[in-house]
Every structure is written in C-alpha cells, then in structure tokens.
C-alpha cells in the first residue's frame, strides 16, 4: 500500500525546495524552487494536525539546528530527522523528539561503506530508530549511492543483495533519486520498480513527482511496496501539480481499502 509522506528540507533554518544535486560547499550553482515564509514547526505542526507519519526533516547543511528541532518539538515522535547524523549524536535528536535518525554520508567516508560506523549507530539508537538513505544517481542500467550533498558517486550500486545487507541494520530506506529530485519532471518509474522488488523492509522514494497520479503509479510500479514524497509540485512549497488535500485523500483511501480488505 503506497503512501504519500510528508518532508521539511531545511537550508539556512528556512524550509526550502532545492533542486537535487545543486547544493555545493562552495554555495555556486544553487538552484532554488521555493522558499518558505512559515518555520518548519509550521509544516511539522500541520502534519500533525493531518495524522502523517513517517515524514522526513532533513537538514541541507550547517546552520538549521535549531529549525529542526522546532519541527521535532511540534510533532514528537512523528518524524525522522536526516542530515549531520552520526553515532555521536543520533541518541540526541531521538531524545529532541525524532521518531527515528536517517543517515547517508556518514556511512561512506570516502565513498566506501563502512559496516562498523552502521553498527554503532545500532549500538547507539537500535535498529528500529534507524533509517538509511541511499539516495543515488543513475549511471548506464544502475543507480549508484550518491553521499556529500549527492556530489560524490560511490562505488556501490543498488541491489537486492546490497540493500538486504543494509536492511539487517535499518528499519526503512529513505532514496531520492538525485538525477530528476526538485524538477518536477515524472518519477524515476525504474528505480521504483527496482525498490519494490530489492528492498525487504519498508522503503519512501523521493524524486520528480509532479502529479498526484504518481501516487498509483508508484502503488502499481513498486507493487505497493515504496512510499512517494511530493516536494517542490506541491501546493505547500509553493508547486501547482499537486494538492496537499489530494494527497491526504489518497491516504485515506488506501487506509480504507486496507481496512476494508482485511476478513472479518
């Protein structure tokens, strides 16, 4: 069952839409769609409000801190909180009120995943507070897991085998598919296939939504099996492809039809 879940990208302490793979040390090149006037315990606050779970905090360099802990503070244990984790501070923002901790580049110092650094962060939080994101780019028929801001392409392809070496750590994946993430274009439809029949545990794609018809597409694609987020196309951040009221809608829906398949 596909679900819409909710995000709060964070650059600067504002809630942004960035174009993916633009956002660079030297600050050159940002691409921005959409800047925010509420603070992100705004949109953490209406997620609230609205019963969605599983959305995602996450923090697009230094400086966003204290935004982030706002969102955390409006909506306890109803978010995962991503960006500048680490083993070091991943018991801090579960105790700030993150549901769960998402990590990417600190698993692969110097492009090379480092199994050691995912067992201590299960020493530090367990795997059911653990998220990993792999998020990636695509090259030739294979998606490699993309780190730094998604400007280093490591060597490891995603692959069932990869990623159920990976599951026996985490509780979900979180993956934007960097190439199309922030153009409002369509999904990567193939990597949304591949996810729902590699990932063995639950799994959100982010990444080129632009309508709400995406929602059954990826419901068809990933069999079910792959959650979608809606950034820069929705109406919230300021997009005209997609309704945040659609989205909700369609949450409801697939809750019922669940609900109502279930033999009584």
């Not at 709060?8 to 600050?27: A, C, F, P």
């Not at 705004?42 to 360099?61: M, P, S």
């Not at 995603?158 to 993430?181: G, M, P, Q, R, T």
Request: charged content about 20%; aromatic content about 8%; glycine content about 14%.
């Amino acid at each position: 069952m596909t679900l819409f879940r909710p995000c709060i990208d964070l650059h600067g302490g504002v809630v942004k839409q960035i174009v993916g793979g633009s956002l660079r040390d030297d600050g050159t090149g940002l691409r921005t769609n959409f800047v925010a006037s509420q603070p992100a315990s705004w949109f953490a606050a209406r997620y609230r409000e609205d019963g969605l779970t599983g959305g995602h905090v996450i923090q697009l360099g230094a400086g966003n801190n204290e935004a982030a802990r706002a969102a955390l503070a409006a909506w306890p244990d109803g978010l995962h909180l991503g960006g500048g984790v680490t083993a070091d501070n991943a018991a801090g923002w579960i105790a700030a009120g993150a549901q769960k901790v998402i990590v990417t580049s600190w698993l692969f110092p110097g492009g090379a995943y480092a199994p050691e650094r995912t067992a201590a962060l299960v020493k530090a939080v367990g795997r059911d507070r653990l998220v990993i994101d792999v998020s990636c780019r695509r090259r030739g028929d294979d998606w490699f897991v993309a780190t730094d801001r998604w400007q280093t392409i490591t060597g490891h392809a995603l692959s069932a085998k990869f990623l159920a070496e990976l599951a026996n750590s985490c509780s979900e994946f979180l993956i934007h598919a960097a190439d199309v993430e922030g153009l409002c274009r369509g999904i990567d439809a193939d990597l949304v296939e591949a996810l729902g029949a590699w990932s063995p545990i639950p799994c959100t794609y982010a990444g080129g939504g632009k309508a709400i018809v995406d929602l059954a597409q990826v419901d068809e694609a990933s069999g079910g099996r792959v959650d979608l987020t809606f950034g820069s196309a929705l109406d919230l951040f300021g997009g005209t492809g997609v309704k945040y009221a659609d989205c909700l809608a369609w949450n409801r829906a697939q809750s019922a039809h669940t609900v109502g398949s279930v033999p009584g």
